[in-house]
């Protein structure tokens, strides 16, 4: 048991440590959780700070997610090691361990962002197939709609959706139950993009004509 809870609260810590607001410390002294849509994650930090500052913040993001579910859960043990979960659950733990810790991190107020890179990180390191099919249908609702918060809870619904019928019953599988939690605490986190939908006030991002300038 001591293996899992140190686990847990190591991959926390570790999401708690946020890319927009490290970077926003080291260059410019700016919090962008005071900006924009005053989330700390990458799609803010696009349009705080521009394309090179949100590139770091989504890197830092992804990263950590990714280490949570890579490189601590699987960490050697040196003493009786845990039998309450295998790998796999354990690595999804330490996945939602590290989503929790961005969304709120104990070294920033408990105040985060929206989780969407940490999520993805962790789902690179669980299922890289199912990020794939996830990320599909991110690209097609984006594509579609142009709403980048309306493209990311309908990429974890995805992803919930794929992980539970690639076998039947796996919805109670780590990466089924994981998804299905992720993909809750997504609608959750993007709750005032859902209000501003209904209200006719969210930000549109207009893909096709951005290509057209290009072109």
């Known amino acids: 048991m001591t293996e899992i809870i140190l686990k847990i609260l190591i991959s926390y810590l570790l ?5 927009a607001l490290i970077l926003g410390k080291l260059f410019g002294g700016v919090d962008i959780r005071n900006v924009g849509s005053k989330s700390a994650g ?6 705080a ?8 913040v989504f890197i830092i993001d992804i990263l950590k997610g990714l280490l949570a579910v890579l490189l601590i859960a699987t960490l050697p043990w040196f003493g009786e090691a845990q039998t309450t ?8 733990i330490c996945g939602l361990a590290a989503f929790f810790g961005h969304l709120y991190p104990a070294f920033f107020g408990f105040k985060g962002g929206k989780g969407v890179a940490t999520l993805l990180g962790v789902m690179l390191g669980l299922s890289p197939l199912i990020l794939m099919v996830a990320f599909a249908g991110w690209v097609v609702i984006l594509l579609l709609t142009g709403y980048v918060g309306l493209a990311s809870v309908g990429s974890g619904i995805v992803a919930a959706l794929t992980a539970g019928l690639w076998v039947p019953g796996d919805f109670l599988s780590p990466l089924g139950l994981f998804t299905l939690t992720s993909a809750v605490l997504l609608i959750f986190t993007h709750r005032s993009n859902i209000r501003n939908l209904l209200n006719g006030t969210e930000y549109r991002f207009d893909v096709w004509r951005k290509f057209k300038n290009k072109s």
């Open 85 to 92: 979960f295998s790998t796999a659950g354990l690595q999804a």
């Open 15 to 19: 999401g708690s440590l946020m890319g």
């Open 42 to 47: 990458a799609t803010n930090a696009l349009r």
């Open 49 to 56: 700070r521009g394309k090179a500052f949100a590139a770091g």
